[in-house]
């Protein structure tokens, strides 16, 4: 398994660090930890000489260049407390000059991870604004697996909730979870959510998830979790999917999310938005967001 790991040396970043012992990770795998260091350059005076703003660039670069080196120096701390929690790993640090977002796709896209973990950093309103959320960017653009790590602890049993909607997406998000090893005790709780906006709008759909259901997709999926030794247990319910979703992993204790990057339809997405977006951004618990990898 192949995992790459976006840092920026917050407490956001090391949460994320903290939360993979509880990703169900094999073994054995490789990660790679990449920093970058974002490179600004200030706008020069329009009636600047050239060579005032050649200097002016090349004071941005030695700083961007010196945020790096000390970014470097974070991720290879990271490397050496994350080889604690995973062992069997081999697990390097890397820095490089770029804007984070795109940078990290980047490598993503050059390395193909089998999953893209980050934490959940804390952009002002007026930054998400202007320049979006770095955790949006990677979720909407990734074409691998994205983790958003919140929980800090080791907590015991494990709670997980599956977001079922029918979709090839949700059915990879499925197979992402039971393709972990999980501990022991592990609990997963399968909910699939009818919204009653869009069924107004264009007649029921999904009809093999609410007819029926512990003998349709949801009873398979559960009896595939069972199979594998989890606990398991469904639930169908009405109402604004990440709405629904949120609440119930909130009120449940929920530890993490899997849901899939891709809705039922694209029409039902275009009315009501990403549920998937939604639970990254909003969520209290860990998120994943499971597309299937090329």
Same mark, same amino acid.
């Given at each position: 398994?192949?995992l790459? @790991?976006g840092?920026?040396?917050?407490?956001?970043?090391l949460?994320?660090l903290?939360?993979?012992?509880?990703?169900?990770?094999?073994?054995?795998?490789? !990660?790679?930890?990449?920093?970058?260091?974002d490179?600004? +350059?200030?706008?020069?005076p329009p009636?600047?000489?050239?060579?005032?703003?050649e200097?002016?660039?090349l004071v941005?670069?030695?700083?961007?260049?010196q945020? %790096?080196?000390?970014l470097?120096?974070?991720a290879?701390n990271?490397?050496?407390?994350?080889?604690?929690? +995973?062992?069997?790993?081999?697990? %390097?640090?890397?820095?490089? @000059?770029?804007?984070? $977002?795109?940078?990290?796709?980047?490598?993503?896209?050059?390395?193909?991870?089998d999953?893209? #973990?980050?934490?959940?950093?804390?952009? =002002?309103?007026?930054?998400?604004l202007?320049? &979006?959320s770095?955790?949006?960017?990677?979720?909407?653009?990734?074409? #691998?697996p994205? %983790? @958003?790590g919140?929980?800090? &602890? +080791?907590p015991?049993?494990?709670?997980?909730?599956?977001?079922?909607?029918?979709?090839?997406?949700?059915?990879?998000?499925a197979?992402?979870?039971?393709?972990?090893?999980?501990?022991?005790?592990?609990?997963?709780?399968?909910?699939?959510?009818?919204?009653?906006?869009?069924?107004?709008?264009?007649g029921?759909i999904?009809?093999?998830?609410y007819?029926?259901?512990?003998?349709?997709?949801?009873?398979?999926?559960?009896?595939? #979790?069972?199979?594998?030794g989890?606990?398991?247990?469904?639930?169908?319910?009405?109402?604004?999917?990440?709405?629904?979703?949120?609440?119930?992993?909130?009120?449940?204790?929920?530890?993490?999310?899997?849901?899939?990057?891709?809705?039922?339809?694209a029409?039902?997405?275009a009315?009501?938005?990403s549920?998937?977006?939604?639970? $990254?951004?909003?969520? !209290? #618990? =860990?998120?994943?967001?499971? %597309?299937?990898?090329?």
């Open positions: 398994m192949k790459l @790991i840092f920026d040396g917050s407490p956001s970043s949460i994320a903290h939360d993979l012992q509880n990703a169900g990770l094999p073994a054995s795998g490789e !990660a790679l930890i990449l920093t970058l260091a490179f600004f +350059l200030p706008p020069s009636d600047a000489p050239f060579n005032a703003m200097q002016n660039a941005a670069r030695r700083e961007a260049e945020r %790096r080196d000390a470097l120096v974070e290879q990271a490397a050496l407390l994350l080889k604690e929690t +995973l062992p069997g790993w081999t697990i %390097r640090a890397e820095a490089d @000059i770029d804007a984070p $977002a795109w940078g990290l796709l980047k490598r993503a896209d050059d390395w193909k991870p999953l893209f #973990c980050l934490g959940a950093p804390h952009a =002002s309103r007026l930054e998400r202007f320049f &979006g770095l955790c949006q960017k990677i979720v909407s653009h990734a074409h #691998c994205v %983790r @958003i919140r929980i800090e &602890g +080791l015991r049993p494990l709670k997980l909730l599956l977001a079922i909607d029918g979709s090839a997406d949700a059915q990879a998000a197979d992402a979870l039971l393709a972990r090893q999980w501990p022991s005790g592990t609990e997963v709780l399968v909910v699939s959510v009818q919204d009653s906006r869009f069924t107004r709008f264009a029921t999904l009809s093999s998830l007819d029926e259901p512990e003998k349709g997709i949801l009873g398979q999926v559960v009896d595939r #979790c069972r199979a594998a989890l606990t398991a247990s469904w639930k169908v319910l009405d109402g604004v999917p990440k709405s629904e979703l949120l609440a119930v992993a909130a009120e449940g204790g929920i530890h993490s999310v899997f849901v899939g990057a891709s809705g039922a339809g029409l039902q997405r009315i009501l938005g549920v998937s977006a939604a639970l $990254a951004a909003r969520a !209290a #618990c =860990s998120v994943e967001v499971v %597309r299937p990898v090329a």
